[in-house]
Protein backbone atom coordinates (compact mmCIF):
# COMPACT_ATOMS: atom_id res chain seq x y z
CA UNK A 1 0.00 0.00 0.00
CA UNK A 2 2.73 2.34 1.06
CA UNK A 3 4.68 1.81 -2.10
CA UNK A 4 1.59 2.19 -4.04
CA UNK A 5 1.37 5.63 -2.49
CA UNK A 6 4.66 6.71 -3.20
CA UNK A 7 4.63 5.49 -7.31
CA UNK A 8 1.13 7.63 -7.27
CA UNK A 9 3.56 10.75 -6.03
CA UNK A 10 5.74 10.46 -8.26
CA UNK A 11 3.60 10.04 -11.00
CA UNK A 12 1.81 12.77 -10.64
CA UNK A 13 4.76 14.80 -9.70
CA UNK A 14 5.98 13.83 -13.26
CA UNK A 15 2.51 15.00 -14.79
CA UNK A 16 3.22 18.24 -12.74
CA UNK A 17 6.77 18.84 -13.89
CA UNK A 18 6.02 18.23 -17.97
CA UNK A 19 3.02 21.02 -17.27
CA UNK A 20 5.05 23.69 -16.04
CA UNK A 21 7.66 23.16 -18.90
CA UNK A 22 5.07 23.29 -21.68
CA UNK A 23 3.73 26.49 -20.08
CA UNK A 24 6.92 28.23 -20.38
CA UNK A 25 7.16 29.59 -23.38
CA UNK A 26 3.19 30.51 -23.24
CA UNK A 27 1.58 33.42 -21.41
CA UNK A 28 -0.21 32.52 -18.02
CA UNK A 29 -3.96 33.98 -17.69
CA UNK A 30 -4.86 35.76 -14.40
CA UNK A 31 -8.15 37.61 -13.38
CA UNK A 32 -8.83 39.93 -11.33
CA UNK A 33 -12.13 41.10 -10.27
CA UNK A 34 -13.29 40.19 -13.67
CA UNK A 35 -10.62 41.46 -15.79
CA UNK A 36 -8.29 39.36 -17.19
CA UNK A 37 -4.45 39.64 -18.24
CA UNK A 38 -1.84 37.76 -19.60
CA UNK A 39 1.59 37.83 -18.80
CA UNK A 40 4.66 36.03 -20.42
CA UNK A 41 6.39 33.84 -18.82
CA UNK A 42 9.83 34.36 -18.15
CA UNK A 43 11.96 31.43 -17.46
CA UNK A 44 15.86 31.75 -15.88
CA UNK A 45 18.19 30.72 -13.08
CA UNK A 46 15.99 28.01 -12.38
CA UNK A 47 12.66 29.91 -11.69
CA UNK A 48 10.16 31.24 -13.82
CA UNK A 49 7.75 34.52 -13.13
CA UNK A 50 6.58 37.96 -14.90
CA UNK A 51 8.78 40.75 -16.63
CA UNK A 52 7.78 43.65 -14.95
CA UNK A 53 8.58 45.63 -18.22
CA UNK A 54 5.64 43.61 -19.47
CA UNK A 55 2.63 45.74 -20.67
CA UNK A 56 0.04 43.39 -19.30
CA UNK A 57 1.76 43.08 -16.15
CA UNK A 58 1.84 46.86 -16.15
CA UNK A 59 -1.62 46.66 -16.78
CA UNK A 60 -2.32 44.45 -14.01
CA UNK A 61 -0.36 46.36 -11.34
CA UNK A 62 -2.43 49.43 -12.55
CA UNK A 63 -6.05 47.66 -11.38
CA UNK A 64 -4.56 47.67 -7.44
CA UNK A 65 -3.58 49.92 -5.69
CA UNK A 66 -0.30 49.75 -5.15
CA UNK A 67 2.42 51.92 -7.39
CA UNK A 68 5.56 50.56 -8.11
CA UNK A 69 9.03 52.93 -8.16
CA UNK A 70 12.31 51.87 -8.27
CA UNK A 71 15.13 54.12 -6.03
CA UNK A 72 17.31 56.29 -7.82
CA UNK A 73 20.16 54.24 -7.16
CA UNK A 74 18.33 51.15 -9.30
CA UNK A 75 18.95 48.92 -5.94
CA UNK A 76 15.51 48.49 -4.58
CA UNK A 77 12.08 48.49 -5.85
CA UNK A 78 9.33 49.86 -3.48
CA UNK A 79 5.77 48.65 -3.94
CA UNK A 80 3.32 51.79 -1.99
CA UNK A 81 -0.36 50.60 -1.72
CA UNK A 82 -2.74 51.07 0.80
CA UNK A 83 -2.62 47.58 2.67
CA UNK A 84 1.32 47.34 2.47
CA UNK A 85 4.68 48.91 1.64
CA UNK A 86 7.21 46.60 0.64
CA UNK A 87 10.95 47.04 -0.79
CA UNK A 88 12.52 44.65 -2.75
CA UNK A 89 16.23 44.11 -3.45
CA UNK A 90 17.12 41.96 -6.63
CA UNK A 91 17.93 38.58 -5.79
CA UNK A 92 17.18 38.71 -1.96
CA UNK A 93 15.27 36.48 0.16
CA UNK A 94 14.36 38.86 2.58
CA UNK A 95 11.90 41.94 1.83
CA UNK A 96 10.49 45.03 3.81
CA UNK A 97 6.97 45.30 4.91
CA UNK A 98 5.60 48.04 6.34
CA UNK A 99 9.13 48.59 7.81
CA UNK A 100 10.04 45.36 9.01
CA UNK A 101 12.55 42.24 7.54
CA UNK A 102 10.99 39.00 6.77
CA UNK A 103 11.30 36.45 5.00
CA UNK A 104 10.09 36.94 0.94
CA UNK A 105 7.57 34.52 -0.92
CA UNK A 106 9.23 34.69 -4.10
CA UNK A 107 11.98 36.66 -5.56
CA UNK A 108 12.96 40.05 -7.57
CA UNK A 109 15.32 39.10 -10.16
CA UNK A 110 17.13 41.62 -12.50
CA UNK A 111 17.23 45.54 -12.33
CA UNK A 112 15.29 48.10 -14.45
CA UNK A 113 14.08 47.03 -17.34
CA UNK A 114 15.65 43.21 -17.13
CA UNK A 115 13.76 43.30 -14.09
CA UNK A 116 11.22 40.16 -13.82
CA UNK A 117 9.53 38.77 -10.15
CA UNK A 118 8.15 35.68 -9.54
CA UNK A 119 4.41 35.78 -9.58
CA UNK A 120 3.68 34.60 -5.87
CA UNK A 121 6.32 38.28 -4.68
CA UNK A 122 4.44 40.17 -6.92
CA UNK A 123 1.20 38.99 -5.91
CA UNK A 124 2.29 39.86 -2.29
CA UNK A 125 3.50 43.27 -3.12
CA UNK A 126 0.13 43.64 -4.81
CA UNK A 127 -1.80 42.22 -1.43
CA UNK A 128 -3.64 39.91 -3.94
CA UNK A 129 -3.78 36.43 -2.46
CA UNK A 130 -3.50 34.11 -5.77
CA UNK A 131 -5.96 30.84 -5.96
CA UNK A 132 -5.40 28.18 -9.43
CA UNK A 133 -8.03 27.72 -10.79
CA UNK A 134 -7.05 25.14 -13.51
CA UNK A 135 -6.37 27.05 -16.80
CA UNK A 136 -5.68 30.32 -14.62
CA UNK A 137 -5.06 32.26 -11.66
CA UNK A 138 -7.53 34.18 -10.02
CA UNK A 139 -5.95 37.11 -7.97
CA UNK A 140 -8.31 38.15 -5.20
CA UNK A 141 -7.92 41.60 -2.80
CA UNK A 142 -6.94 41.12 0.52
CA UNK A 143 -8.72 42.60 2.76
CA UNK A 144 -6.81 43.75 5.74
CA UNK A 145 -7.67 44.47 9.48
CA UNK A 146 -9.90 47.72 9.96
CA UNK A 147 -7.58 50.32 11.58
CA UNK A 148 -8.45 53.26 14.18
CA UNK A 149 -7.84 56.77 12.30
CA UNK A 150 -8.67 60.22 14.25
CA UNK A 151 -10.10 62.69 11.42
CA UNK A 152 -9.87 65.99 12.23
CA UNK A 153 -11.34 64.89 15.49
CA UNK A 154 -13.52 62.12 14.76
CA UNK A 155 -12.40 58.61 15.04
CA UNK A 156 -13.01 56.54 12.11
CA UNK A 157 -12.09 52.84 10.99
CA UNK A 158 -10.57 52.46 7.48
CA UNK A 159 -10.29 49.78 5.82
CA UNK A 160 -8.16 50.00 2.75
CA UNK A 161 -8.48 48.46 -0.24
CA UNK A 162 -6.15 46.86 -2.72
CA UNK A 163 -7.99 47.25 -5.32
CA UNK A 164 -11.13 49.43 -6.64
CA UNK A 165 -14.20 48.06 -5.50
CA UNK A 166 -17.84 48.34 -4.78
CA UNK A 167 -18.07 47.61 -0.94
CA UNK A 168 -22.04 47.58 -0.24
CA UNK A 169 -22.97 48.51 3.49
CA UNK A 170 -25.98 47.01 5.34
CA UNK A 171 -27.39 47.21 8.98
CA UNK A 172 -28.09 44.47 10.20
CA UNK A 173 -29.22 45.32 13.41
CA UNK A 174 -30.39 49.06 15.15
CA UNK A 175 -26.10 48.63 16.58
CA UNK A 176 -24.34 46.96 13.37
CA UNK A 177 -23.23 47.36 10.08
CA UNK A 178 -22.62 45.00 7.22
CA UNK A 179 -19.52 45.64 4.80
CA UNK A 180 -19.67 43.09 1.86
CA UNK A 181 -16.30 42.90 -0.14
CA UNK A 182 -17.13 41.02 -3.41
CA UNK A 183 -14.05 38.92 -4.54
CA UNK A 184 -11.53 39.28 -1.90
CA UNK A 185 -10.00 37.16 1.35
CA UNK A 186 -9.70 37.97 4.77
CA UNK A 187 -5.88 38.66 5.25
CA UNK A 188 -5.92 38.71 9.22
CA UNK A 189 -4.90 36.14 11.82
CA UNK A 190 -8.24 36.52 13.30
CA UNK A 191 -11.81 36.09 12.66
CA UNK A 192 -13.37 38.43 15.53
CA UNK A 193 -11.17 41.37 17.11
CA UNK A 194 -11.84 44.81 19.02
CA UNK A 195 -11.03 48.48 17.65
CA UNK A 196 -11.44 50.94 19.52
CA UNK A 197 -14.84 49.88 21.06
CA UNK A 198 -16.03 48.49 17.75
CA UNK A 199 -16.59 44.79 17.79
CA UNK A 200 -15.86 43.30 13.97
CA UNK A 201 -16.57 39.86 12.92
CA UNK A 202 -15.26 38.72 9.80
CA UNK A 203 -16.58 35.59 7.59
CA UNK A 204 -16.42 34.36 4.33
CA UNK A 205 -18.75 33.26 1.96
CA UNK A 206 -18.32 32.36 -1.78
CA UNK A 207 -15.74 34.29 -2.55
CA UNK A 208 -17.10 37.63 -0.09
CA UNK A 209 -15.96 38.86 2.79
CA UNK A 210 -18.44 39.86 5.20
CA UNK A 211 -16.94 42.50 8.16
CA UNK A 212 -19.60 43.29 10.72
CA UNK A 213 -19.38 46.26 12.82
CA UNK A 214 -20.73 45.98 15.68
CA UNK A 215 -21.13 49.56 18.05
CA UNK A 216 -22.02 49.70 21.40
CA UNK A 217 -25.62 50.18 21.88
CA UNK A 218 -25.91 54.17 22.05
CA UNK A 219 -23.55 54.65 18.55
CA UNK A 220 -24.68 54.01 15.01
CA UNK A 221 -22.52 53.19 12.14
CA UNK A 222 -22.33 54.88 8.89
CA UNK A 223 -20.01 54.62 5.59
CA UNK A 224 -18.64 58.56 5.72
CA UNK A 225 -16.59 57.70 2.74
CA UNK A 226 -15.32 55.20 0.48
CA UNK A 227 -12.83 57.47 -1.33
CA UNK A 228 -12.39 56.77 -4.66
CA UNK A 229 -13.65 53.19 -3.86
CA UNK A 230 -9.98 52.87 -2.66
CA UNK A 231 -10.81 52.44 0.95
CA UNK A 232 -13.46 52.57 3.27
CA UNK A 233 -14.22 55.17 6.20
CA UNK A 234 -16.74 54.26 8.97
CA UNK A 235 -17.27 56.80 11.69
CA UNK A 236 -19.80 56.43 14.11
CA UNK A 237 -21.91 59.10 15.81
CA UNK A 238 -24.37 58.97 18.96
CA UNK A 239 -27.94 58.16 17.94
CA UNK A 240 -28.48 59.69 21.40
CA UNK A 241 -30.39 63.06 21.73
CA UNK A 242 -28.90 66.04 23.35
CA UNK A 243 -28.99 66.44 27.58
CA UNK A 244 -31.88 68.07 27.56
CA UNK A 245 -34.38 65.26 26.15
CA UNK A 246 -33.61 63.10 28.91
CA UNK A 247 -37.43 61.89 29.94
CA UNK A 248 -39.39 59.86 32.82
CA UNK A 249 -41.46 57.50 31.45
CA UNK A 250 -45.13 57.42 33.00
CA UNK A 251 -46.77 54.62 31.46
CA UNK A 252 -45.52 51.55 29.40
CA UNK A 253 -46.97 48.44 28.33
CA UNK A 254 -49.28 46.27 26.75
CA UNK A 255 -52.68 47.68 26.60
CA UNK A 256 -55.66 45.47 25.97
CA UNK A 257 -58.62 47.73 27.40
CA UNK A 258 -58.28 50.06 24.44
CA UNK A 259 -60.03 49.14 21.52
CA UNK A 260 -56.65 49.18 19.60
CA UNK A 261 -54.77 46.92 21.68
CA UNK A 262 -50.82 47.65 21.22
CA UNK A 263 -47.74 48.60 22.76
CA UNK A 264 -47.44 51.78 24.55
CA UNK A 265 -44.71 53.99 25.64
CA UNK A 266 -46.11 57.37 27.27
CA UNK A 267 -43.13 59.65 28.63
CA UNK A 268 -43.43 63.18 29.97
CA UNK A 269 -42.72 64.59 26.60
CA UNK A 270 -41.65 63.99 23.26
CA UNK A 271 -38.70 61.66 21.92
CA UNK A 272 -37.19 59.91 19.11
CA UNK A 273 -36.98 56.35 18.43
CA UNK A 274 -35.28 53.60 16.00
CA UNK A 275 -36.26 50.46 14.90
CA UNK A 276 -35.16 47.56 13.32
CA UNK A 277 -36.72 43.80 12.22
CA UNK A 278 -34.75 41.20 12.10
CA UNK A 279 -36.45 38.93 9.48
CA UNK A 280 -34.67 35.41 10.24
CA UNK A 281 -35.92 35.55 13.74
CA UNK A 282 -38.88 37.83 13.76
CA UNK A 283 -38.12 40.00 16.08
CA UNK A 284 -38.29 43.46 16.49
CA UNK A 285 -36.28 46.11 18.46
CA UNK A 286 -36.93 49.32 19.48
CA UNK A 287 -34.86 51.52 20.98
CA UNK A 288 -36.01 54.54 22.90
CA UNK A 289 -32.64 56.52 23.82
CA UNK A 290 -33.40 59.57 26.45
CA UNK A 291 -36.15 57.56 28.06
CA UNK A 292 -35.26 56.95 31.63
CA UNK A 293 -36.12 53.37 32.75
CA UNK A 294 -39.20 53.10 35.02
CA UNK A 295 -39.34 51.38 38.33
CA UNK A 296 -40.75 48.18 36.20
CA UNK A 297 -40.49 47.08 33.22
CA UNK A 298 -43.48 44.80 31.80
CA UNK A 299 -42.24 41.28 30.75
CA UNK A 300 -44.50 38.78 28.77
CA UNK A 301 -43.70 35.59 28.12
CA UNK A 302 -46.64 34.57 27.05
CA UNK A 303 -48.17 35.43 23.48
CA UNK A 304 -50.85 37.65 23.55
CA UNK A 305 -52.22 40.63 21.17
CA UNK A 306 -49.55 38.99 17.99
CA UNK A 307 -46.72 38.74 20.16
CA UNK A 308 -45.05 35.50 21.02
CA UNK A 309 -43.46 37.56 23.76
CA UNK A 310 -42.34 41.23 24.25
CA UNK A 311 -40.09 42.94 27.38
CA UNK A 312 -38.49 46.46 27.91
CA UNK A 313 -35.06 46.86 29.15
CA UNK A 314 -32.70 49.09 29.40
CA UNK A 315 -29.45 49.60 27.53
CA UNK A 316 -27.71 52.73 27.84
CA UNK A 317 -25.59 54.28 30.24
CA UNK A 318 -27.15 56.58 33.76
CA UNK A 319 -26.04 59.39 31.71
CA UNK A 320 -27.61 58.69 28.37
CA UNK A 321 -30.38 56.16 29.06
CA UNK A 322 -31.76 54.29 26.26
CA UNK A 323 -35.33 52.39 26.86
CA UNK A 324 -35.30 48.76 24.58
CA UNK A 325 -38.49 46.95 23.38
CA UNK A 326 -38.00 43.17 21.76
CA UNK A 327 -41.07 41.44 20.92
CA UNK A 328 -40.87 38.59 18.68
CA UNK A 329 -44.01 38.87 16.54
CA UNK A 330 -46.36 35.50 16.14
CA UNK A 331 -46.34 34.05 12.52
CA UNK A 332 -48.27 35.96 10.00
CA UNK A 333 -48.09 39.42 11.96
CA UNK A 334 -46.80 42.44 10.79
CA UNK A 335 -46.72 45.67 12.78
CA UNK A 336 -47.20 49.30 12.62
CA UNK A 337 -47.01 52.32 14.50
CA UNK A 338 -50.20 54.45 15.45
CA UNK A 339 -49.39 58.13 15.23
CA UNK A 340 -51.28 59.90 17.91
CA UNK A 341 -50.72 63.54 17.07
CA UNK A 342 -53.14 64.55 19.76
CA UNK A 343 -50.67 62.94 22.80
CA UNK A 344 -47.45 64.60 22.44
CA UNK A 345 -44.73 61.80 23.84
CA UNK A 346 -47.22 58.42 23.08
CA UNK A 347 -45.84 55.82 20.83
CA UNK A 348 -48.10 53.30 20.01
CA UNK A 349 -47.60 50.35 18.23
CA UNK A 350 -49.43 46.90 17.84
CA UNK A 351 -49.37 43.96 15.26
CA UNK A 352 -51.29 43.41 12.53
CA UNK A 353 -53.25 40.13 11.54
CA UNK A 354 -52.84 41.50 7.97
CA UNK A 355 -49.68 43.47 8.00
CA UNK A 356 -46.70 42.37 5.71
CA UNK A 357 -43.83 42.00 6.98
CA UNK A 358 -42.33 42.40 3.70
CA UNK A 359 -43.55 45.93 2.77
CA UNK A 360 -42.16 47.78 6.19
CA UNK A 361 -39.01 49.05 6.36
CA UNK A 362 -36.63 46.73 8.35
CA UNK A 363 -34.77 49.78 9.65
CA UNK A 364 -36.04 52.84 10.64
CA UNK A 365 -36.09 56.24 12.85
CA UNK A 366 -38.99 58.64 14.19
CA UNK A 367 -40.57 60.37 16.47
CA UNK A 368 -43.23 60.92 18.61
CA UNK A 369 -45.70 63.84 18.11
CA UNK A 370 -44.28 67.52 18.67
CA UNK A 371 -40.70 66.57 19.05
CA UNK A 372 -38.06 69.00 18.07
CA UNK A 373 -34.67 68.37 18.00
CA UNK A 374 -32.24 71.02 18.88
CA UNK A 375 -29.66 71.39 16.12
CA UNK A 376 -27.78 75.06 16.46
CA UNK A 377 -27.82 78.00 14.67
CA UNK A 378 -26.89 78.51 11.10
CA UNK A 379 -26.65 81.83 9.30
CA UNK A 380 -27.27 81.14 5.78
CA UNK A 381 -26.23 83.68 3.20
CA UNK A 382 -27.23 84.29 0.09
CA UNK A 383 -24.18 85.15 -1.92
CA UNK A 384 -24.70 89.13 -3.81
CA UNK A 385 -28.16 90.47 -4.29
CA UNK A 386 -29.47 94.22 -4.92
CA UNK A 387 -27.68 96.47 -6.86
CA UNK A 388 -24.83 92.96 -6.89
CA UNK A 389 -26.32 90.38 -9.40
CA UNK A 390 -22.97 88.00 -9.14
CA UNK A 391 -22.22 86.44 -12.25
CA UNK A 392 -24.63 86.22 -14.95
CA UNK A 393 -25.61 83.74 -17.75
CA UNK A 394 -26.82 86.01 -20.91
CA UNK A 395 -27.72 83.13 -22.89
CA UNK A 396 -29.57 81.22 -20.05
CA UNK A 397 -30.95 84.60 -18.12
CA UNK A 398 -29.75 83.75 -14.84
CA UNK A 399 -28.34 85.91 -12.70
CA UNK A 400 -25.98 84.34 -9.27
CA UNK A 401 -28.21 86.42 -6.71
CA UNK A 402 -31.17 84.59 -8.18
CA UNK A 403 -30.05 81.03 -7.33
CA UNK A 404 -28.07 81.60 -4.03
CA UNK A 405 -31.56 83.76 -2.93
CA UNK A 406 -33.34 80.66 -4.08
CA UNK A 407 -31.27 77.79 -2.81
CA UNK A 408 -31.04 78.97 0.69
CA UNK A 409 -34.69 79.71 0.89
CA UNK A 410 -35.32 75.82 0.07
CA UNK A 411 -32.49 74.60 2.46
CA UNK A 412 -33.78 77.09 5.41
CA UNK A 413 -37.57 74.97 4.82
CA UNK A 414 -35.37 71.85 5.27
CA UNK A 415 -33.26 72.51 8.34
CA UNK A 416 -36.29 74.27 9.99
CA UNK A 417 -37.97 70.91 9.54
CA UNK A 418 -34.84 69.11 11.57
CA UNK A 419 -35.07 71.23 13.92
CA UNK A 420 -32.52 73.74 13.15
CA UNK A 421 -32.60 77.59 13.85
CA UNK A 422 -31.76 79.57 10.70
CA UNK A 423 -30.99 83.09 10.08
CA UNK A 424 -30.37 84.29 6.46
CA UNK A 425 -28.43 87.44 5.43
CA UNK A 426 -30.94 88.22 3.33
CA UNK A 427 -34.38 86.67 2.42
CA UNK A 428 -34.99 89.26 -0.41
CA UNK A 429 -33.18 90.86 -3.44
CA UNK A 430 -31.56 93.33 -1.74
CA UNK A 431 -27.71 94.35 -0.75
CA UNK A 432 -27.33 93.26 3.23
CA UNK A 433 -25.49 96.80 4.04
CA UNK A 434 -27.02 99.64 1.14
CA UNK A 435 -27.09 99.34 -2.11
CA UNK A 436 -23.59 100.65 -3.89
CA UNK A 437 -21.96 100.09 -0.64
CA UNK A 438 -17.98 98.93 -1.29
CA UNK A 439 -17.54 94.97 -0.98
CA UNK A 440 -15.33 95.39 1.87
CA UNK A 441 -19.01 97.38 4.14
CA UNK A 442 -21.42 94.48 2.13
CA UNK A 443 -19.63 91.21 3.30
CA UNK A 444 -19.08 92.67 6.92
CA UNK A 445 -22.75 92.91 7.34
CA UNK A 446 -22.98 89.24 6.17
CA UNK A 447 -20.58 88.34 8.95
CA UNK A 448 -22.24 90.59 11.49
CA UNK A 449 -25.57 88.63 10.98
CA UNK A 450 -23.27 85.71 12.26
CA UNK A 451 -21.01 86.80 14.89
CA UNK A 452 -23.76 89.33 16.45
CA UNK A 453 -26.48 86.13 16.34
CA UNK A 454 -23.74 83.59 18.13
CA UNK A 455 -24.65 81.09 15.04
CA UNK A 456 -23.01 78.05 15.28
CA UNK A 457 -22.36 77.79 11.59
CA UNK A 458 -22.22 80.29 8.76
CA UNK A 459 -23.06 79.31 4.96
CA UNK A 460 -22.24 81.32 1.82
CA UNK A 461 -23.50 80.13 -1.04
CA UNK A 462 -22.49 81.11 -4.73
CA UNK A 463 -22.76 80.64 -8.39
CA UNK A 464 -18.61 79.79 -9.70
CA UNK A 465 -18.01 81.29 -13.53
CA UNK A 466 -15.13 81.24 -15.55
CA UNK A 467 -14.62 82.73 -19.47
CA UNK A 468 -13.84 79.13 -20.01
CA UNK A 469 -17.11 77.53 -20.25
CA UNK A 470 -16.49 74.58 -20.11
CA UNK A 471 -15.23 74.90 -16.18
CA UNK A 472 -17.52 73.14 -14.39
CA UNK A 473 -17.83 71.20 -10.84
CA UNK A 474 -18.96 72.30 -7.03
CA UNK A 475 -16.26 73.30 -4.78
CA UNK A 476 -16.08 73.89 -0.87
CA UNK A 477 -14.18 76.36 0.08
CA UNK A 478 -13.01 77.19 3.99
CA UNK A 479 -10.13 78.87 5.81
CA UNK A 480 -9.82 78.57 9.18
CA UNK A 481 -8.90 75.37 11.05
CA UNK A 482 -12.33 75.39 12.59
CA UNK A 483 -13.98 75.66 9.37
CA UNK A 484 -12.40 72.53 7.99
CA UNK A 485 -14.54 70.03 9.40
CA UNK A 486 -17.98 71.31 8.01
CA UNK A 487 -16.35 71.58 4.85
CA UNK A 488 -15.13 67.89 4.57
CA UNK A 489 -18.43 66.81 5.72
CA UNK A 490 -19.80 69.20 2.72
CA UNK A 491 -17.39 67.73 0.20
CA UNK A 492 -19.75 64.80 -1.06
CA UNK A 493 -22.56 67.09 -1.28
CA UNK A 494 -22.75 67.88 -4.32
CA UNK A 495 -20.60 67.52 -7.45
CA UNK A 496 -20.75 63.85 -8.80
CA UNK A 497 -23.03 62.91 -6.43
CA UNK A 498 -25.29 65.27 -8.16
CA UNK A 499 -24.12 64.72 -11.82
CA UNK A 500 -22.05 67.81 -11.42
CA UNK A 501 -17.93 68.41 -11.93
CA UNK A 502 -16.61 67.84 -8.19
CA UNK A 503 -13.98 70.36 -7.52
CA UNK A 504 -13.32 69.36 -4.07
CA UNK A 505 -12.35 71.29 -0.77
CA UNK A 506 -10.38 74.52 -1.18
CA UNK A 507 -8.49 76.90 1.19
CA UNK A 508 -9.55 80.14 0.09
CA UNK A 509 -9.34 83.51 1.94
CA UNK A 510 -12.70 84.77 1.31
CA UNK A 511 -13.73 87.82 3.63
CA UNK A 512 -16.41 85.85 4.91
CA UNK A 513 -14.09 82.89 5.85
CA UNK A 514 -12.15 85.11 7.46
CA UNK A 515 -14.10 87.57 9.70
CA UNK A 516 -16.67 85.37 10.68
CA UNK A 517 -15.91 83.71 14.27
CA UNK A 518 -17.88 80.39 14.34
CA UNK A 519 -17.08 76.95 11.25
CA UNK A 520 -18.07 78.37 8.30
CA UNK A 521 -17.60 77.44 4.28
CA UNK A 522 -18.16 79.44 1.32
CA UNK A 523 -20.24 76.79 -1.31
CA UNK A 524 -19.63 77.02 -5.13
CA UNK A 525 -22.53 75.01 -6.10
CA UNK A 526 -22.01 74.89 -10.02
CA UNK A 527 -20.11 76.81 -12.84
CA UNK A 528 -23.52 79.34 -13.91
CA UNK A 529 -20.77 80.38 -17.15
CA UNK A 530 -21.07 76.37 -18.06
CA UNK A 531 -23.50 75.70 -20.41
CA UNK A 532 -24.97 72.33 -19.01
CA UNK A 533 -24.30 73.40 -15.22
CA UNK A 534 -25.82 77.03 -15.73
CA UNK A 535 -29.13 74.83 -17.10
CA UNK A 536 -29.50 72.49 -14.66
CA UNK A 537 -29.29 75.44 -12.29
CA UNK A 538 -32.12 77.29 -13.81
CA UNK A 539 -33.94 74.34 -12.92
CA UNK A 540 -36.06 74.71 -9.56
CA UNK A 541 -36.16 70.76 -9.13
CA UNK A 542 -32.56 70.76 -9.30
CA UNK A 543 -31.94 73.57 -7.16
CA UNK A 544 -34.27 71.61 -4.66
CA UNK A 545 -31.92 68.55 -4.30
CA UNK A 546 -28.81 70.82 -3.78
CA UNK A 547 -30.39 72.28 -0.92
CA UNK A 548 -31.43 68.72 0.16
CA UNK A 549 -28.10 67.27 -0.03
CA UNK A 550 -26.95 70.45 1.87
CA UNK A 551 -29.54 69.51 4.40
CA UNK A 552 -28.24 65.89 4.60
CA UNK A 553 -24.68 66.77 4.90
CA UNK A 554 -25.59 69.31 7.74
CA UNK A 555 -27.58 66.53 9.63
CA UNK A 556 -24.43 64.02 9.75
CA UNK A 557 -21.89 66.80 10.41
CA UNK A 558 -23.76 68.15 13.70
CA UNK A 559 -24.91 64.23 14.57
CA UNK A 560 -20.92 64.28 14.35
CA UNK A 561 -20.11 67.03 16.47
CA UNK A 562 -21.61 65.59 19.60
CA UNK A 563 -20.78 62.08 19.46
CA UNK A 564 -17.93 61.19 21.78
CA UNK A 565 -18.74 64.31 24.12
CA UNK A 566 -22.10 64.22 23.85
CA UNK A 567 -21.93 67.97 23.71
CA UNK A 568 -24.62 70.01 22.03
CA UNK A 569 -23.44 71.57 18.14
CA UNK A 570 -23.30 74.88 19.87
CA UNK A 571 -20.88 73.99 22.47
CA UNK A 572 -18.87 71.95 20.29
CA UNK A 573 -15.18 72.76 20.24
CA UNK A 574 -13.57 75.62 17.92
ZN1 LIG B 1 -20.54 84.77 -6.01
Given at each position: ???????????????????????????????L????????????????????????????V????T???????????????????????????????????????????????????????????????????????????????P????????????????????????????????????????????????V???????????????????????????????????????????????????R??????????????????????????????????????????????????????????G?????????????????????????????????????????????????????????????????????????????????D???????????????????????R??????????????????????????????????????????A??????????????????????????????????????????????????R????????????????????????????????????????????????????????????????????
Amino acid sequence: MRVFQVFLVIILLGVTLRAASAAETEAQVVELLGQVYRPQVVNSEGRTGWSLADPEVLRLVGQTTTRMSWSSDGETLYFSGSVRESQWKPGSSQVRVDGSEQPAPGRLLGRGKEAWMEPEALFFALALKPQNRGDRVVAMPEVPVPRLEVVAGRRELRVPLASALRVQPTRLRLDTLRLRFPGCVWSGSQQTMLVDDVQVAISEREGTVLMDLRFPPNWQGEIRSGRGLTEVLVGWRSSFPPPSTIREVTGLGFSPETAASGIRVQAEGPFEYHWNFDRSTRRLTVDMPGLREPASLPVSRAPQGGWDSFRFRPVGTPEQPILRFEGDLAAGHGWQFVEEESTPGLLFFRSTSTGQVGSLAQTGSAATAGYVSSRGLIVLDPGHGGGDPGCVNRSLGLLEKDITLDVALRLRDLLLEEGWTVLLTREDDRDVSWRGSPDRVELQARCDVANQSGADYFISLHCNASVASTRAGSSIHWFKQADLELARSLEFALGESLGLGQGGLRRDGFYVLRHTDMPAVLVEMAFLSNPREGSLLGNAGFRQRIAQSLAGALQEYVSGCYARGAELPGNAPR
